[in-house]
């Protein structure tokens, strides 16, 4: 099993599942967020919070305040942090109303809270991310790749400008969020993006590396054939 050069961190909200890849030596970290919870039919956010912390306590693990206004993003960031020493907390690097969250990052870098700014997608957004953690205790930014390229734009050259913006501070590190397929691991790395998201299925994905293109050609044919036969299709 090859153990890609880029942290993976696993992105996602059913809890069998993080139970699950916590022993899974490619992984260095997890993430989530309200939408992967709903979707998983959680309905307490903090009880969820705390029984998967019951299990991941090495891992670094990401948890997102929901709140609009600022002053209740402090507030929630605050609480969030204090469930563990592992514990990220994603900020939105705007609000609802377009609002920047430079003071939030910049006061809970004061405090010491370690965040996972998200769903940046330019440049500049990544200038102001790092402007504001000046003195903080090291965070990750999350920079959405994938959606960048569901826009028709390589996100390539974005992803590798924001390295050099976040070279001078260390403490930063670049997260190459919502990937598609496989492939984008293989660009993370080649980039030197710090750390990409997976979910439990690209993950999954990931056995195939380098796999023979002949062997995997036969064996889509094989697929096609066994699931016709089981359809029971006649002609």
């Keep these: 099993m090859e153990i890609p050069h880029v942290k993976i ?15 899974d030596p490619r992984i260095s970290g997890f993430t989530t967020n309200p939408t992967l919870m709903r979707k998983a039919g959680v309905d307490n956010y903090e009880s ?22 600022p002053a209740e993003m402090v507030r929630q960031a605050r609480l969030i942090s204090s ?32 965040l996972n700014v998200t769903a940046l997608m330019t440049v500049a957004q990544v200038e102001a991310v790092a402007q504001a953690s000046v003195g903080g205790p090291g965070h990750v930014v999350s920079v ?34 919502s990937p598609r397929e496989v492939l984008n691991v293989r ?18 994905k990931m056995a195939s ?16 054939h066994d699931d016709a036969a089981a359809a029971g299709y006649t002609l």
């Design 83 to 114: 469930w563990g020493d592992n514990v990220y907390v994603k900020i939105p690097i705007t609000n609802t109303q377009g609002v920047p969250s430079d003071e939030v990052i910049r006061e809970l870098s004061a405090d010491g809270v370690h």
């Design 187 to 204: 660009q993370a790395e080649q980039v030197g993006v710090h750390i990409i998201t997976a979910t439990p299925d690209l993950i999954a």
């Design 144 to 177: 959405f790749a994938g959606r960048i390229a569901d826009t028709g734009r390589d996100p390539m050259p974005i992803m590798a400008q924001a390295l050099e913006v976040l070279a001078p501070q260390p403490e930063l590190e670049l997260l190459w969020a």
């Design 48 to 69: 969820f919070a705390h029984k998967v912390l019951e299990t991941i306590t090495r891992h670094p693990i990401s948890f997102e305040v929901f709140a609009d206004e």
């Design 9 to 23: 961190y696993a992105d996602g909200a059913d809890l069998e599942s993080i139970i699950a890849l916590a022993e």
């Design 209 to 224: 590396f380098d796999k023979d293109l002949d062997q995997f050609s036969l064996e889509t044919v094989q697929m096609f």
